[in-house]
């Protein structure tokens, strides 16, 4: 992660989802000689984009510099990319273009308070704010009791602040955590690739996957598989010390926090069940708890 290379990138992007695909499920005919490569072939995608297959190769070489976005828009058609996987591919494109490419570490910016009010208000709904590196930048008290493990100092970064990637890859208590950590390591490992497609240059997001990919074999697999997600939501499930199971819905959701987006996520419980029950007494221990315990720095890099 020494050098930024939106080159190679693009090319492990469109390689992979080239190789998902098969000739039936595009509508082509299989042909009858041995296939050297899993799923298309480059002049298969080619045709089904409407271009050259020299064109074709050349972007899959990583040269997206120029490219309008209708041709690129046809290309996601022909891969069949999800709304995700074309926001990053664009996203890819974008940073490809002239410009200064320079490593930079984000300004640092304040929560707003209201921000805090809000986050504080949500008493029966655990609620945090997170960057694009899945830095936490403020919370409420029952997303504190919920991710304690996180906020004891597990999960936190060079620079104090909880991350939940470093939390879900180097502590080796998430794995009891999420009753499904390998969906929750999938789903932290494709937010912080799309992460990396808006903001390339952003070293603290390259510092980051740089550690995860030294210390974490988990992610490194994931990472190399170039999957994406924007946004996301639905169902968790959490095995938690103080209150036991936790099957919660959860919605993220943007949040503009100084030049930056940034997420807002909710967990919340199902009305009339034993996880609203153990919702209700997990904010119950967290409200007679200490306000001042692990409580994340107003101030964030971006």
Known sequence: MDDVDNRSDIRDFLATRRARLTPEQVGLAAGGTRRRVPGLRREEVAVLAGVSTEWY??????????????????????????????????????????????????????????????????????????????????????????????????????????????????????HSFYEDWDTAADTTAALLRAEAGRD?????????????????????????????????????RFRHLDVGPLELTYQSLA???????????????????????RLRLLASLAATASPTAAVPPASTPG
Not at 98 to 117: E, K
């Open 57 to 174: 190769a050349r972007l899959e070489k990583g040269h997206i510099s120029g490219v309008s976005d209708d041709v690129l828009q046809a290309v996601c058609v022909a891969l069949r990319l999800s709304d995700d996987e074309r926001t990053y591919l664009l996203d890819l494109a974008r940073a490809a273009r002239p410009g200064d490419r320079a490593p930079r570490r984000r300004r640092a910016v304040d929560v707003p308070p209201p921000v805090q009010w809000m986050l504080d208000a949500m008493t029966m709904s655990a609620a945090f704010v997170s960057n694009g590196r899945l830095d936490v930048v403020a919370s409420n008290p029952l997303a504190r009791a919920l991710y304690a493990g996180a906020f004891a100092g597990a999960g936190a970064g060079p620079r104090g602040q909880v991350n939940l990637a470093r939390f879900a890859f180097l502590d080796p208590a998430a």
């Open 200 to 236: 390339p240059d952003d070293r603290a997001l390259r510092e980051l996957v740089g550690d995860l990919s030294t210390l974490s074999p988990e992610f490194r697999t994931r990472w190399a598989a170039h999957d994406v997600r924007i946004r996301h939501g639905g169902v968790k």
């Open 255 to 277: 949040l503009p926090v100084g030049a930056h987006e940034h997420a807002l996520a909710v967990y919340t419980a199902e009305p009339g069940t034993t996880s609203e029950d």
